[in-house]
């Protein structure tokens, strides 16, 4: 095998363990993240209630509690409001303080569900890294410079 192809397999091989590692670095992270959000939300202690779409009675731990939390937050809002948004009250309506903090609660809870999906495309391409790390180390000649490459 001449010098550049050798060099070139070397380098191949390399760059697909390297791959594999941000692979599994990357579901780590992800995974992490997921965790960290998940017992952010258990220790809030919300509970979906009677008036949420399904899973009344749950505790809010993960992005389809947390959606659903956050429209019945909007449904109570709007109730109170009449059917208006924070933006279309006027300044001195009594019930738009209400309504701002539950437009922060609904944020906020919307918040952990792109935190959830953001963790799942993260260990997602994880694995993709790893895919393509191992098929990159697959093709590549495992023969280097007359010894066997690991």
């Not at 495309?121 to 180390?137: D, N, P, S, T, Y």
């Amino acid at each position: 095998m001449s010098t550049a192809v050798s060099n070139n397999a070397k380098s191949v091989r390399v760059i697909g363990l390297l791959a594999i590692i941000a692979g599994f670095l990357l579901i780590i992270g992800g995974g992490a993240t997921s965790l960290v959000v998940r017992d952010q939300l258990i220790a809030e202690n919300i509970v979906l209630g009677d008036d949420a779409a399904m899973f009344q009675g749950n505790v809010v731990d993960g992005p389809i509690d947390a959606y659903l939390q956050a429209e019945v937050i909007n449904m109570h809002a709007l109730d109170m409001s009449g059917g208006r948004t924070y933006a279309e009250m006027d300044r001195d309506d009594p019930m738009r303080a209400t309504v701002m903090n539950g437009s922060f609660l609904r944020a906020s809870l919307f918040t952990s569900v792109i935190a959830f999906g953001v963790a799942a495309f993260a260990a997602g391409v994880g694995v993709v890294f790893i895919l393509v790390g191992w098929a990159l180390r697959k093709l590549a000649p495992a023969e280097v410079e007359g010894s066997v490459a690991a």
